[in-house]
Each structure stands twice: as structure tokens, then as C-alpha cells.
């Protein structure tokens, strides 16, 4: 029953720790990230173990989290830039993927 405590004792801190990981690396890098892979490697979790992590924590999945992010930032870029769709699409992390950007929107 001890190790079961502190199983869950350890979790349930690296739980939140993790996610808050994962969304910096987002924020920070969401025109460069290229797949959820990138996210896992860099704060050291399988992709699988986080997507399930992060869908059970927020609600939402890390792929939507991510094309969330980038709307977000494309909306921004549109209201307080003269860059054209393209050239926006670049910026925020759709450049080889135009088709994903207009599905998005």
C-alpha cells in the first residue's frame, strides 16, 4: 500500500508539470512544431503517454490544442499585420502543409 501512496503521490505532481511543459513548448514554439512527436521527445514522454495525458487533463486533444494555438496567432497576425493568408500560414507552422491551414480555418 506504501508504494501505491507514493506511485500516486509522484503522479499526480509530474501530472500538471508535464502539461504545463507541453503548453509552454506550444506557446513558445507552435510555428516550428512539426508533430506531436516534437513535444514528447523534448519534455521527455512518449507521444502516446501525453496525448493521452493531455486529453485527459484538459479536454481537448493535443492536436486541436495546437491548431487552436496557431488560429489563434494567424488572427492576430491578420488584424495587425499586411501579411496576405500566405504569408501568415508560413509564419505560424503551415508552410508545407496549405491544405491543413485552409481546413483549419
Known amino acids: ?3 501505491y501512496h507514493s506511485l500516486k503521490k509522484n503522479y499526480v505532481q509530474e501530472y500538471p508539470n508535464l502539461i504545463d511543459k507541453a503548453i509552454q513548448l506550444i506557446t513558445e514554439n507552435y510555428y516550428k512544431i512539426y508533430g506531436i512527436e516534437d513535444i514528447a521527445v523534448k ?7 501525453l496525448i493521452r495525458l493531455f486529453s485527459r487533463t484538459l479536454g ?3 492536436a486541436k490544442y495546437i491548431t487552436k494555438v496557431r488560429l489563434q496567432k494567424s488572427v492576430e497576425l491578420l488584424h495587425n499585420t499586411n501579411l496576405n493568408i500566405d504569408e501568415i500560414a508560413k509564419t505560424i507552422g ?3 502543409q496549405w491544405k491543413s491551414f485552409h481546413k483549419s480555418i
Do not use: N, P, Q
Not at 519534455?43 to 503517454?49: A, D, E, L, Q, R
Open 60 to 62: 481537448i486533444t493535443l
Open 1 to 3: 500500500m506504501e508504494l
Open 43 to 49: 519534455i521527455g514522454v512518449s507521444k502516446f503517454y
Open 94 to 96: 503551415y508552410a508545407s
